[in-house]
């Protein structure tokens, strides 16, 4: 990594969404039948991106679809995920990072 942790980039200035407001179409997210999207709330989150060294800002929204099928979803760069799967990888995150703070510094 090149690049030093203050030159992540922060979240995007935007209109803040009122909450079950309808979002536009998304080709990253399509739904059955065009149904809406409705937007709940968004976080954004730097991550590393190797391949083209760089930090990116990746929103994270959570979104109701109605289209009587989906319900509740979170909405992770290109990825969806059900809201079980999302708490399954906040904790998997959280003991993956765990680890590695017990493993401490392996070149000291």
């Known amino acids: 990594m090149t690049e030093s942790f203050h030159f992540r980039p922060r979240p995007p200035v935007e209109e803040p969404i009122a909450p079950w407001t309808e979002l536009p179409s998304d080709p990253a997210h399509p739904t059955f039948e065009d149904a809406p999207r409705l937007f709940v709330?968004?976080?954004h989150h730097s991550l590393y991106q190797p391949q083209l060294e760089e930090w990116q800002t990746i929103p994270i929204t959570a979104v109701f679809v109605s289209d009587g099928l989906t319900g509740n979803c979170i909405e992770f760069g290109p990825w969806t995920l059900e809201p079980d799967e999302a708490r399954l990888l906040a904790l998997s995150?959280?003991?993956?990072a765990n680890a590695l703070d017990q493993k401490g510094d392996v070149n000291g």
């Open 93 to 96: 995150l959280t003991t993956l």
């Open 41 to 43: 709330e968004r976080h």
